[in-house]
């Protein structure tokens, strides 16, 4: 059964797998980052609206249950083409979430944007995990890279977030994407290493792009740089490590994201029944209209076998329904592979 608002599981690198839900329906967001992987902002606003209806997210929530009831994810994750906490219903989203699926975590992702408003504070203190992101405290970076709606403030917003942290009981986990000549400045890790220590989230996760961004102009860092990032946040974290214990969050594998599922290398797409060609075929679109992805993404996401999706990809291909991005588009983001879109 098709669904509108409803997406995966798809495997993810912070969370496992995660039932992803589209509370916006649109590219609708405070922020128009320039590696935005689901392209650019249409709407660009701080007004919270129900952009989609929390009646029909979760009536869709009750049909997926019904059909999946025997493979369920590691967590509901509330985020979209845009940021989620625009959507005014909320709260009765993650209580609905959490009443449909009562043995399923939920989290939510956000870009801390409305983390100032009450409103959106109280709604996010139902949710087990909140995953904000911030990617600069310094002013002109955090302008260049994210390009908010006017009047939001790096400082102010992360000022907000641990007011937020300090009556919140679930689990923070803090994001920073690097995009190179950027927000990998030395002034900014100088200003995220004394806000980490004050905020204390339970694990700080440091990002590059790895899919093509909205802007050519965004561009991955080097592995060593992430790692370098990674390790010196990560020390800042004193309060939790991956259990929840006091002590120092080190950036190694315990703390490091779930490595990813092992891809059975065999199975050959053209000798699958008509049907599961089909079903294959319809996941992979179904995934790429999210966003751009390599064969290997896809695989790891969808947990199909490499070749299913390659031979997916080639048929999908030819039907006009997807393209290839061109090879110099994706030279900066660390993969010899080629990006597949719908767009
Ligand atoms: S990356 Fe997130 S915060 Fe930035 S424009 Fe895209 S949806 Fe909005």
Redesign the pocket.
């Known amino acids: 059964m098709k669904f509108t608002y409803i997406f995966g599981p798809v495997y993810s690198g912070r969370l496992g797998h995660s039932l992803g839900l589209d509370l916006l329906g649109d590219?609708i967001?405070?922020?128009?980052?320039l590696?935005?992987?689901?392209?650019?902002?249409e709407e660009l606003t701080l007004t919270r609206k129900p952009y989609v209806p929390a009646e029909d997210l979760l009536n869709e929530l009750r049909r997926w249950r019904d059909e999946h009831s025997n493979n369920l994810p590691d967590y509901v994750t509330l985020?979209?083409?845009?940021?989620p906490c625009l959507n005014s219903e909320l709260d009765i989203i993650i209580k609905g979430c959490k009443q449909i699926l009562p043995s399923v975590p939920v989290a939510v992702?956000t870009?801390s944007?409305l983390l100032c408003n009450p409103e959106v504070q109280q709604a996010l203190r139902e949710a087990d995990a909140v995953l904000p992101?911030l990617d600069s405290l310094v002013d002109k970076e955090f302008a260049k890279l994210?390009?908010p709606c006017g009047g939001v403030n790096a400082a102010h917003i992360a000022e907000c977030l641990i007011e937020f942290s300090k009556n919140y009981s679930g689990k923070i986990f803090l994001e920073i994407?690097l995009s190179q000549g950027i927000n990998d400045s030395q002034e900014n890790l100088t200003l995220l290493k004394e806000y980490v220590t004050r905020l204390q989230p339970h694990r700080v996760d440091v990002t590059t792009l790895s899919r093509p961004g909205?802007f050519s102009l965004a561009k991955a860092v080097a592995p060593d740089v992430r790692k370098e990032w990674q390790n010196a946040l990560s020390e800042c974290v004193t309060r939790f490590d991956a259990n929840g214990s006091a002590s120092h969050q080190r950036a190694t594998q315990e703390n490091a994201p779930p490595a990813a599922a092992s891809q059975p290398a065999t199975g050959n797409f053209a000798d699958l029944p008509e049907q599961d060609r089909s079903a294959v075929k319809e996941r992979v679109l179904e995934s790429l209209t999210r966003r751009p992805q390599t064969p290997s993404q896809l695989a790891i996401a969808l947990t199909l076998p490499l070749s299913n999706v390659l031979g997916a990809l080639d048929t999908l291909e030819h039907e006009g329904a997807i393209y290839k991005s061109e090879p110099d588009r994706t030279a900066t983001l660390n993969t010899d592979e080629p990006f597949y879109s719908c767009q």
């Open positions: 590219r967001c405070s922020m128009d980052c590696y935005c992987e689901v392209g650019r902002t985020g979209g083409s845009g940021e992702l870009n944007t992101s994210n390009r994407l909205a």
